[in-house]
Protein backbone atom coordinates (compact mmCIF):
# COMPACT_ATOMS: atom_id res chain seq x y z
CA UNK A 1 0.00 0.00 0.00
CA UNK A 2 1.10 3.56 -0.60
CA UNK A 3 -0.07 6.64 1.43
CA UNK A 4 -0.48 10.07 -0.22
CA UNK A 5 -0.20 13.14 2.17
CA UNK A 6 -0.20 16.56 1.43
CA UNK A 7 2.73 18.73 2.56
CA UNK A 8 2.89 22.44 3.16
CA UNK A 9 2.46 24.75 0.40
CA UNK A 10 1.36 23.99 -3.16
CA UNK A 11 0.40 20.58 -3.93
CA UNK A 12 3.97 18.89 -2.92
CA UNK A 13 2.93 15.46 -1.85
CA UNK A 14 4.64 13.16 0.52
CA UNK A 15 4.26 9.61 -0.86
CA UNK A 16 5.31 6.57 1.42
CA UNK A 17 5.12 2.75 1.25
CA UNK A 18 5.84 2.30 4.81
CA UNK A 19 9.52 1.88 4.03
CA UNK A 20 10.22 4.37 1.74
CA UNK A 21 9.94 7.85 1.30
CA UNK A 22 9.46 10.13 -1.73
CA UNK A 23 7.88 13.32 -3.32
CA UNK A 24 5.34 13.99 -6.45
CA UNK A 25 4.38 17.66 -7.37
CA UNK A 26 2.75 19.95 -9.74
CA UNK A 27 4.63 22.51 -12.10
CA UNK A 28 4.55 25.74 -10.81
CA UNK A 29 2.22 26.58 -13.79
CA UNK A 30 -0.22 24.79 -12.09
CA UNK A 31 0.14 25.85 -8.70
CA UNK A 32 2.71 23.41 -7.52
CA UNK A 33 5.94 24.02 -6.38
CA UNK A 34 7.73 21.79 -8.89
CA UNK A 35 9.75 20.17 -5.97
CA UNK A 36 9.13 16.35 -7.41
CA UNK A 37 8.01 14.27 -10.52
CA UNK A 38 4.18 15.19 -11.53
CA UNK A 39 1.96 11.63 -10.79
CA UNK A 40 2.02 11.06 -14.40
CA UNK A 41 6.09 11.04 -14.53
CA UNK A 42 5.57 8.39 -11.18
CA UNK A 43 3.30 6.27 -13.76
CA UNK A 44 6.00 6.48 -16.40
CA UNK A 45 8.90 5.74 -13.83
CA UNK A 46 7.43 2.44 -12.57
CA UNK A 47 6.87 1.49 -16.02
CA UNK A 48 10.78 2.36 -17.29
CA UNK A 49 11.93 0.68 -14.25
CA UNK A 50 9.91 -2.49 -14.59
CA UNK A 51 10.71 -2.62 -18.16
CA UNK A 52 14.92 -2.12 -17.15
CA UNK A 53 14.83 -4.39 -14.12
CA UNK A 54 12.95 -6.89 -16.14
CA UNK A 55 16.09 -6.85 -19.03
CA UNK A 56 18.60 -6.70 -16.64
CA UNK A 57 17.10 -10.18 -14.96
CA UNK A 58 16.72 -11.70 -18.19
CA UNK A 59 20.33 -10.86 -19.15
CA UNK A 60 21.59 -12.40 -16.09
CA UNK A 61 19.55 -15.15 -16.40
CA UNK A 62 21.12 -15.85 -19.90
CA UNK A 63 25.03 -15.02 -18.40
CA UNK A 64 25.23 -12.31 -20.83
CA UNK A 65 27.49 -9.40 -19.78
CA UNK A 66 26.15 -6.41 -20.63
CA UNK A 67 27.49 -2.71 -19.18
CA UNK A 68 24.97 -0.63 -19.46
CA UNK A 69 20.72 -1.00 -20.13
CA UNK A 70 18.98 2.29 -20.57
CA UNK A 71 15.45 2.23 -20.59
CA UNK A 72 13.32 5.41 -22.55
CA UNK A 73 9.47 5.63 -22.39
CA UNK A 74 6.72 8.34 -23.32
CA UNK A 75 3.04 8.62 -23.05
CA UNK A 76 0.70 9.97 -25.88
CA UNK A 77 -2.51 10.73 -25.04
CA UNK A 78 -4.94 10.77 -27.95
CA UNK A 79 -7.71 12.93 -28.77
CA UNK A 80 -10.10 9.76 -28.64
CA UNK A 81 -9.06 9.19 -25.47
CA UNK A 82 -6.74 6.54 -25.45
CA UNK A 83 -2.88 6.39 -23.81
CA UNK A 84 -0.41 5.26 -25.70
CA UNK A 85 2.93 3.87 -24.22
CA UNK A 86 5.96 3.95 -25.78
CA UNK A 87 9.39 2.56 -24.97
CA UNK A 88 12.69 1.56 -26.45
CA UNK A 89 15.66 -0.26 -24.33
CA UNK A 90 19.07 0.23 -25.25
CA UNK A 91 21.55 -2.58 -24.05
CA UNK A 92 25.67 -2.30 -24.48
CA UNK A 93 26.98 -5.30 -24.01
CA UNK A 94 28.24 -8.68 -25.63
CA UNK A 95 25.26 -10.28 -26.67
CA UNK A 96 24.25 -11.00 -30.47
CA UNK A 97 21.66 -8.37 -32.25
CA UNK A 98 19.23 -11.72 -32.16
CA UNK A 99 19.67 -12.32 -28.92
CA UNK A 100 18.99 -9.26 -27.54
CA UNK A 101 16.01 -8.95 -29.80
CA UNK A 102 14.69 -11.68 -28.50
CA UNK A 103 15.08 -10.53 -25.31
CA UNK A 104 13.80 -7.49 -25.85
CA UNK A 105 10.42 -8.90 -27.14
CA UNK A 106 10.33 -10.52 -23.74
CA UNK A 107 10.06 -7.36 -21.79
CA UNK A 108 7.17 -6.63 -23.45
CA UNK A 109 5.46 -8.81 -20.58
CA UNK A 110 7.00 -7.14 -17.42
CA UNK A 111 4.91 -7.05 -14.44
CA UNK A 112 3.84 -3.31 -15.40
CA UNK A 113 3.34 -3.65 -18.59
CA UNK A 114 0.59 -6.46 -17.62
CA UNK A 115 -0.50 -3.81 -14.91
CA UNK A 116 -1.18 -1.24 -17.71
CA UNK A 117 -2.53 -3.49 -19.85
CA UNK A 118 -5.15 -5.18 -17.97
CA UNK A 119 -8.83 -3.96 -17.71
CA UNK A 120 -8.98 -1.75 -14.55
CA UNK A 121 -11.56 -1.31 -11.84
CA UNK A 122 -10.96 1.52 -9.24
CA UNK A 123 -12.62 0.75 -5.62
CA UNK A 124 -13.06 2.20 -2.45
CA UNK A 125 -10.31 1.07 0.00
CA UNK A 126 -11.98 0.20 3.29
Not at 16 to 30: E, F, I, L, N, Y
Not at 92 to 97: H, Q, Y
Amino acid sequence: MVTATNERGGYLTRLSDGKHVWTADVPRDRDGTDAGPTPTDLLLSAYAACINITARMLLDEGNYPYKKVETRVELERTAEGKARFYFHTDIEGDISESDKAALLKRVERCPVCKLLAAEKEFLPLE
